[in-house]
């Protein structure tokens, strides 16, 4: 049901009525998808086309309309301030290997920065003023303000920083995920994900 309805009007649903039924019909049909629109071509795909046909019996009460929905589709970028934009770039560059987005504003705002290419999202380094303390802030990236980064493997990235020199803790859990800060004591933290198969 989730695959059809928003996640918070597949739960009024679920609540609420006495019968439902709904069907996957696999249409067999690969079509091209490019989000070339929003992405400048750096991400192309396959799309799955799948029909749902679904019926519903019984009372639905329309909960869900007082609830705002005004179109979230994801996290843009996240923004990072930093003291020293060169400083930064060679830890977002040259050890997490993070690319710069050249399309992105560098020049048409009141002070230095850059964006980086994260997935198909952004960080956006500002070379500004840190209101926040550098010192007394968590050893664990985890328990301090932090940006999530999924990624495929931890080991690789451990490897990576150990060899750099650059300090981490694993996560308490004992989940695959690895904590880390940037020069400006930024807290970031990079989560193993399953990728699909292809």
Same mark, same amino acid.
């Given at each position: 049901?989730?695959?059809?309805?928003?996640?918070?009007?597949?739960?009024?649903?679920?609540?609420?009525?006495?019968?439902?039924?709904?069907?996957?019909?696999?249409?067999?049909?690969?079509?091209?998808?490019?989000?070339?629109?929003?992405?400048? +071509?750096?991400?192309?795909?396959?799309?799955?086309?799948?029909?749902?046909?679904?019926? *519903? +019996?019984?009372?639905?009460?329309?909960?869900?309309?007082?609830?705002?929905?005004?179109?979230? *589709?994801?996290?843009?970028?996240?923004?990072?301030?930093?003291?020293?934009? +060169?400083?930064?770039?060679?830890?977002?560059?040259?050890?997490?290997?993070?690319?710069?987005?050249?399309?992105?504003?560098?020049?048409?705002?009141?002070?230095?920065?850059?964006?980086?290419?994260?997935?198909?999202?952004?960080?956006?380094?500002?070379?500004?003023?840190?209101?926040?303390?550098?010192?007394?802030?968590?050893?664990?990236?985890?328990?301090?303000?932090?940006?999530?980064?999924?990624?495929?493997? *931890?080991?690789?990235?451990?490897?990576?920083?150990?060899?750099?020199?650059?300090?981490?803790?694993?996560?308490?859990?004992?989940?695959?995920?690895?904590?880390?800060?940037?020069?400006?004591?930024?807290?970031? +933290?990079?989560?193993? *994900?399953?990728?699909?198969?292809?």
């Amino acid at each position: 049901m989730a695959s059809l309805l928003s996640p918070s009007a597949a739960i009024v649903l679920q609540n609420k009525l006495s019968r439902t039924s709904f069907n996957a019909i696999p249409t067999n049909t690969i079509s091209k998808h490019s989000h070339s629109d929003f992405r400048n +071509e750096r991400f192309k795909g396959l799309c799955f086309k799948t029909k749902a046909t679904g019926s *519903v +019996e019984g009372s639905v009460k329309k909960e869900s309309a007082d609830k705002l929905d005004y179109g979230v *589709v994801g996290v843009h970028h996240v923004g990072i301030l930093c003291e020293n934009l +060169e400083r930064s770039l060679e830890f977002y560059q040259n050890i997490l290997g993070l690319e710069i987005n050249e399309d992105r504003p560098h020049d048409k705002l009141p002070y230095r920065g850059a964006w980086l290419w994260v997935g198909a999202e952004m960080i956006h380094l500002m070379e500004l003023p840190n209101p926040d303390p550098l010192t007394g802030r968590p050893e664990h990236g985890g328990r301090d303000r932090h940006a999530c980064i999924s990624i495929r493997d *931890v080991s690789k990235l451990q490897a990576i920083l150990d060899k750099a020199g650059i300090p981490y803790t694993l996560s308490k859990s004992g989940r695959p995920a690895i904590f880390t800060r940037d020069p400006d004591a930024n807290a970031l +933290e990079f989560t193993q *994900v399953l990728m699909p198969i292809a």
